[in-house]
């Protein structure tokens, strides 16, 4: 019997129901490693769990340790939950945890499926007869979250102060993205990239990000593209879903775009997401596109289906693609049979639908 290869995986539940949607995943993918025994490639997780968040903020007044970085280094993925809490102001939480590790770790690839599951009713009239499926990829590194700008002037006494926020293009960063997009493509069934701009009103950052586009596009003459402004693209999630596979934004646009995505699919709890250093030189990270959702926190509401879909990427990019596809059954399964938390239409508790998971492996 081959010995498992075991895969060091730091878990961070940071914050309100991501604790509790961690260990659901975690659960889950347990039960799927000790099933590989016996077969021919065996898997193990070796699980260590970090307690940052805004309760460690508020014991030690930083969001992670100082060394925090060089210690998930080691590690060969990361599992996050959710960052933020009421008593703690969002810029703070956000830039002390996610983004200090994102940018950090230079995952400049965020992948955020759009996937519509049976048994999950949408809004969208046009779901219940046409295959909707596509993929946002979100430039992860710069754009509007590149944190540069500052606020000055408040010695000019109370609403005399500014605030300046600047967003970054950088030729590199948008072609590296834009690659990445483009190579996506071409692993789907319809090869099409649509780059979301604001290039009539930005004109600088996002005629770059056109420019760039256009070239990178010349590369790959086999895949359809178009570009499309942000806004009406917003409208397109809504009355022509069904034309778009991949679909490549600036931080903010993705950001933004991905949440009226999984809205459309049926909830936030159900989106799954990947920040990737692509490279492989740092950890990538996997969580859930939910956020915290401090009023259901603790209460056994929460959706875990959002992180057990991202323990499905990280499985794909830790070179386990059939066990990924086995987890995606797995939560077809589990939804097509009616086990479905509140926000979904359901009565289940994320115990429920843990479990349900777990028994549908085998299905």
């Known amino acids: 019997m081959p010995a498992p290869q075991t895969f060091r995986v730091a878990a961070i539940p940071a914050d309100g129901v991501g604790k509790e949607v961690v260990a659901a995943g975690r659960a889950v993918l347990d039960a799927l490693a000790a099933d590989s025994a016996g077969s021919p ?7 260590e769990e970090f307690p940052w968040g805004c309760e460690y903020y508020e014991r030690t007044g930083r969001m992670m340790d100082d060394d925090g970085l060089d210690r998930l280094g080691e590690f060969d993925a990361i599992y996050f939950g959710a960052v933020g809490w009421p008593t703690v102001p969002d810029h703070v939480s956000l830039w002390g945890l996610r983004l200090k590790i994102c940018q950090g770790f230079d995952q400049w ?36 979250y590149a944190g540069l700008g500052g606020r000055n002037l408040a010695g000019r006494g109370p609403g005399g102060e500014v605030a300046v926020q600047t967003a970054l293009f950088t030729e590199v960063g948008c072609e590296r993205i834009m690659r990445f997009a483009f190579d996506l493509a071409r692993t789907r069934t319809r090869r099409k990239v649509s780059s979301v701009t604001k290039s009539n009103a930005q004109q600088y950052g996002m005629v770059l990000w056109d420019d760039v586009f256009r070239r990178v596009a010349a590369d790959y003459p086999d895949v359809e593209t178009e570009s499309v402004l942000v806004d009406a693209m917003s409208a397109k ?26 809205a459309l699919a049926g909830s936030l709890g159900l989106a799954a997401s990947a920040n990737l ?48 596809a086995r987890l995606r ?25 843990t479990k349900a998971l777990v028994e549908a492996l085998n299905a």
Do not use: C
Not at 120 to 142: Q, Y
């Open 237 to 262: 999630f809504v009355l022509r879903p069904e034309e778009l596979s991949v679909v490549v934004a600036s931080n903010l646009h993705a950001d933004i775009l991905s949440d009226l995505g999984s």
């Open 109 to 144: 690839a965020n992948v955020r499926p759009v996937h519509f599951l049976p048994g999950v009713t949408s809004p969208l009239r046009k779901a219940d007869d046409t295959d909707l499926d596509w993929v946002v990829v979100r430039e992860n590194s710069e754009g509007e």
């Open 329 to 353: 059954r797995a939560i077809e399964t589990t939804t097509a049979a009616g086990v479905r938390t509140r926000d979904v239409g359901g009565t289940a508790s994320t115990e429920d639908v």
């Open 41 to 47: 490639r065996p898997f193990a997780f070796s699980w």
């Open 277 to 324: 250093n692509p490279e492989r030189r740092h950890p990538s990270m996997f969580e859930p596109v939910h956020g915290s959702a401090p009023d259901i926190a603790g209460r056994g509401l929460a959706n875990p289906v959002g992180a057990v879909g991202s323990a499905a990427l990280m499985l794909d990019h830790l070179g386990l693609p059939d066990q990924a």
